[in-house]
C-alpha cells in the first residue's frame, strides 16, 4: 500500500531538543507528544513511534525539530515516487525462433596448401 510512517529512523535537532522518528507498523498511530503529534498528523503520517530529549518544554524548539526530522524524510525515494519500469524480452524470448531450428552441423572444407 501506500506509505503510512517514516522511512526509517530519522532525527531532527533544534537547540538542545532532539527528536527521533521511528517507523511503526500499520495501526499503531502516533505515538507521541502533544507538539509532535499535531505535525507529524499534518504531514500526513498515520503510524509514528517518536523519541525526544533534551528540554522539550521549550515548544518552539520541539516543534522546529519535529519539522527538521519530517524534512529529513524527503530524502528518500518511496515506492509511490519510483518510475514505471519497462520489461523487455529476455534473450531466450526474442531469438526463440532461430533457437528452435534444428543445429545442422557443416561439413569441413578442406584446406589445400
Not at 533544534?14 to 521511528?22: I, Q
Not at 517507523?23 to 502533544?34: C, I
Not at 499535531?38 to 498515520?46: H, P, Q, R, V
Not at 519510483?82 to 525462433?97: A, C, G, L, R
Amino acid at each position: 500500500g501506500m506509505p503510512h510512517t517514516v522511512p526509517c529512523k530519522v532525527t531532527g535537532k533544534c537547540g538542545s531538543v532532539l527528536v527521533r522518528l521511528v517507523p511503526a507498523p500499520r495501526g499503531t498511530g502516533l505515538v507521541s507528544a502533544p507538539v509532535p503529534k499535531k505535525l507529524l498528523s499534518m504531514a500526513g503520517f498515520e503510524d509514528c513511534y517518536t523519541c525526544a530529549t533534551g528540554q522539550t518544554a521549550t515548544l518552539g524548539n520541539f516543534a522546529k525539530a519535529t519539522f527538521a526530522a519530517i524534512a529529513a524524510t524527503y530524502a528518500y525515494l518511496t515506492p509511490d515516487m519510483w518510475s514505471p519500469t519497462v520489461f523487455t524480452n529476455s534473450p531466450y524470448q526474442e531469438f526463440t525462433d532461430y533457437l528452435a531450428k534444428p543445429f545442422v552441423k557443416q561439413a569441413k572444407k578442406e584446406v589445400k596448401y
